[in-house]
Nanobody, 127 residues
Framework: QVQLVGSGGGSVQAGGSLRLSCAASGSTYSMYCMAWFRQVPGKEREGVAV???????SYVDSVKGRFTITRDNANNTLYLEMNSLKPEDTAMYYC?????????????????????WGQGTQVTVSS
């Protein structure tokens, strides 16, 4: 079992920055790939970024160059640094973990490979 607790959301103006955190506890076996997803009401949950246990990362095109995902394995904490925020980044952000390597999760298409989820933290960007 893995427990994930996300935090750090808030309201900012366009162009601003936020840093999300996700504290993880439990079985490290299920935390090979860690991810951030986001969801807007009425839309599918969207994969934003993933990071493997070795630190390799991948980002969805819409956030490349603006968002940075990192993880502190010693303290079991996942981060998402978000810069140059846009109104279209407004969403509920969820951290998630998978027992698979990120390459095998197909995170840009589906969230099915991620078995553990945080409770979500709201990010609101105003224009």
């Amino acid at each position: 079992q893995v427990q994930l607790v996300g935090s750090g959301g808030g309201s900012v103006q366009a162009g601003g920055s936020l840093r999300l955190s996700c504290a993880a506890s439990g079985s490290t076996y299920s935390m090979y790939c860690m991810a951030w997803f986001r969801q807007v009401p009425g839309k599918e949950r969207e994969g934003v970024a993933v990071i493997d246990s070795d630190g390799s990362t991948s980002y969805v095109d819409s956030v490349k160059g603006r968002f940075t995902i990192t993880r502190d394995n010693a303290n079991n904490t996942l981060y998402l640094e978000m810069n140059s925020l846009k109104p279209e980044d407004t969403a509920m952000y969820y951290c998630a973990s998978s027992a698979l390597g990120c390459h095998d999760t197909d995170y840009e298409t589906t969230s099915a490979a991620f078995g553990f989820w945080g409770q979500g933290t709201q990010v609101t960007v105003s224009s």
